[in-house]
């Protein structure tokens, strides 16, 4: 799955310290979203969604291998 995290965080002028806080996650776990290392949980792909005001499928993109 791919995503736009990285895209959209920095678009809002957050750090990865910045939008961990928000989303009472560690530092590391946003660096492996962004990364494509680890994908969010549904409810931590609500979280994310809400916060930007987006839908999840604007954030995190679905791609058949």
Known sequence: ???RL???RK???MTQ???AIL???SRQTVNSLEK?????????AFK???LFHLRIEDIFIYEEE
Do not use: H
């Open 11 to 13: 678009e809002k002028k």
């Open 17 to 19: 310290e910045d939008l």
């Open 23 to 25: 989303l009472e996650v």
């Open 36 to 44: 494509g290392r680890y994908n969010p949980s549904i409810l931590l």
């Open 48 to 50: 994310i969604a809400k």
């Open 1 to 3: 799955m791919r995503n």
């Open 6 to 8: 990285e895209e959209i």
